[in-house]
């Protein structure tokens, strides 16, 4: 984590989200960048830990770990503070349940597919190299891209990153970008893409799409790619416009597939989606309103097996007027 983003987090123990967290930064390189360390609230202690460079902002660590054993294993196997080992040691003896590989981190069912879809060597692919037309398994992006006005000024923040590739899309467009998502080794994959390409203008956490450590009226726009079914809905567009300025962008894609992920609220289609989005504050952009969109998103379960979806595209504006409980959810 670069040492200067501890000034964007914000204590997730506070509901007004203005607790700005500290740095206490264990193991360092010679670049600003925390290898190892924690942030901290001085207003209630409460610490979330930077691992590998990632910082873990999320409200519930115990949780977050026994959802993934495994990799916490490596974590504590591999730390090189004693703080971190005694800080994961402790945790440690409070799990009572163990799932070892979460669907999204290495190793579970979804990684693989949404790093094949974050790639860049698609036209080689044996699928799409037998599909006529279009040769880019990344239309979606670009759709997502090509609908964004330049902001030199401006702060984005794309929710549930994956693998970082719209964020890096869009350093290119706007001042500073943060990317969050809860998987550890999606984050990890997109940090190593940011220095990659020399991004100075980018950084990942881990984070809730749901509650994010960031302060009120924070960001120029707002990305959501292919979510609602994995999250509240109703939390996350109350959460997404607790954090737009007034009179700023969000942009949400999906494909309505409420049977590849559990249901938190309920099912939406293009219709009732549209009205909730209205309901919590937004006005759609005109082009959006009454046209859905089918986009192409191909997803590469393995050399035999392919996820082919249509997925819609939605552009609205925060409303400045209306207000928004996140409390009431």
């Not at 001085?42 to 999320?58: H, M």
Request: hydrophobic share 35%; aromatic share 12%; with cysteine.
């Amino acid at each position: 984590m670069k040492t200067q983003f501890v000034n964007h987090l914000v204590c997730l123990n506070h509901s007004d989200k203005q607790i700005r967290l500290k740095l206490n930064n264990l193991i360092s390189d010679n670049q600003n960048e925390c290898i190892e360390g924690f942030l901290y609230c001085i207003k209630c202690d409460t610490k979330y830990p930077i691992i590998e460079g990632i910082a873990i902002v999320v409200q519930d660590m115990l949780a977050y770990i026994q959802n993934r054993t495994e990799m916490y294993g490596k974590w504590l196997l591999h730390c090189q503070s004693k703080e971190m080992k005694e800080y994961l040691t402790k945790i440690g003896k409070t799990i009572i349940v163990f799932n070892k590989s979460n669907t999204y981190e290495d190793g579970g069912i979804w990684y693989l597919p949404y790093k094949w879809f974050q790639q860049e060597h698609h036209k080689e692919d044996r699928l799409i190299k037998s599909l006529k037309g279009s040769q880019s398994a990344n239309e979606l992006y670009d759709r997502v891209i090509n609908s964004i006005n330049p902001k030199i000024d401006g702060i984005a923040l794309d929710i549930g990153c994956a693998m970082g590739k719209t964020t890096l899309q869009l350093a290119q467009k706007y001042s500073f970008v943060i990317g969050i998502d809860l998987s550890f080794s999606f984050i990890k994959e997109a940090r190593k893409s940011m220095k990659e390409y020399k991004q100075g203008n980018i950084e990942f956490c881990v984070a809730d799409a749901e509650s994010p450590p960031f302060h009120p009226m924070k960001f120029d726009l707002i990305i959501a790619i292919n979510l609602i079914e994995l999250v509240n809905t109703k939390k996350l567009l109350s959460s997404c416009h607790w954090l737009l300025k007034p009179q700023s962008d969000i942009i949400l894609t999906d494909p309505y597939d409420f049977n590849r992920e559990r249901i938190l609220d309920k099912i939406y289609d293009s219709k009732s989606f549209r009205s909730l989005i209205e309901e919590n504050g937004f006005e759609i952009n005109e082009s959006c309103l009454k046209k859905e969109a089918f986009i192409p998103w191909i997803l590469k379960i393995n050399e035999r097996i392919y996820l082919f979806y249509f997925v819609d595209f939605i552009k609205a504006k925060k409303l400045s007027k209306h207000k928004v409980n996140l409390n009431k959810y």
